[in-house]
């Protein structure tokens, strides 16, 4: 079954520069590729997603490429702000639309003023 | 409703006893998902339900968790004998199936404590 793998576990950064989260996945039939967003105490909430007909989607500050060759995605925060402090999760899952979603371990985001 | 409704919000249970969560999807959703998760960890997949289908139970922890979803709408997970490595939030999430609108919502979750 699909296996995806996130990095890095931690990550912290000074307000105003740019995060990046990394995702490989295994299952070359994985099309669908969503990232969710945790602040504490809440529920996940869809950020971003890209389909595997697209390499790359942005919406304003947050994008997300897609390498479908080497399995792998990532999503960039520009120009972070104090409340994009997170734990940020990727997602994978194959057939169509949003079947069956394996999560990856998740990113604890820390952006400090 | 508006969103994912799950209930209890929290439940308290003692070890070896049984307890069933509930969770409401978005009505029309065809697919509703469970997923457990412990304190600082990730969303680990237990069940998956996809409109008539047969479900996807391959994430169920051991024969202990089972789960159910009637008339395609209101699903209910079960965990008989509890256990104190059963404590976690477990959190419900339904979706349509058709793209482009597949996100997942999710519920705020169940808190179980097993003491």
């Known amino acids: 079954g699909e296996n995806v793998e996130q990095h890095p576990s931690t990550l912290s950064v000074q307000e105003g520069d740019s995060a990046v989260i990394k995702c490989t996945y295994s299952?070359?039939?994985?099309?669908?590729f969503p990232w969710y967003k945790q602040e504490l105490g809440k529920r996940p909430q869809l950020i971003i997603d890209?389909?595997?007909?697209?390499g790359e989607k942005k919406d304003q500050r947050i994008a997300v490429t897609l390498n479908k060759t080497a399995k792998h995605f990532s999503l960039h925060i520009t120009e972070t702000q104090p409340e994009d402090s997170a734990v940020y999760f990727c997602?994978?899952?194959?057939?169509?639309?949003?079947?069956?979603?394996?999560f990856g371990q998740g990113t604890r985001l820390t952006i400090n003023p | 409703g508006a969103g994912v409704s799950q209930s209890p919000s929290n439940k308290v249970t003692e070890k070896g006893k049984d307890v069933e969560l509930r969770c409401d999807p978005i009505?029309?959703?065809?697919?509703l998902y469970w997923y457990r998760q412990s304190l600082g960890q990730g969303l680990e997949f237990l069940i998956y339900?996809?409109?008539?289908?047969?479900?996807?139970k391959s994430g169920l922890p051991s024969d202990r968790f089972s789960a159910e979803r009637t008339g395609g709408s209101v699903s209910t997970l079960t965990i008989q004998r509890t256990q104190q490595e059963d404590s976690a939030v477990y959190l419900c999430?339904?979706?349509?199936?058709?793209?482009?609108?597949?996100?997942?919502?999710f519920g705020q979750g169940t808190r179980l404590t097993v003491v």
């Open positions: 999430a339904s979706s349509l199936l058709q793209p482009p609108n597949t996100e997942a919502f």
């Open positions: 299952d070359s039939a994985s099309n669908y």
């Open positions: 890209i389909r595997s007909n697209v």
């Open positions: 997602a994978a899952s194959g057939g169509y639309g949003a079947q069956k979603l394996v």
């Open positions: 009505s029309g959703h065809t697919a």
């Open positions: 339900f996809q409109g008539n289908s047969a479900p996807d």
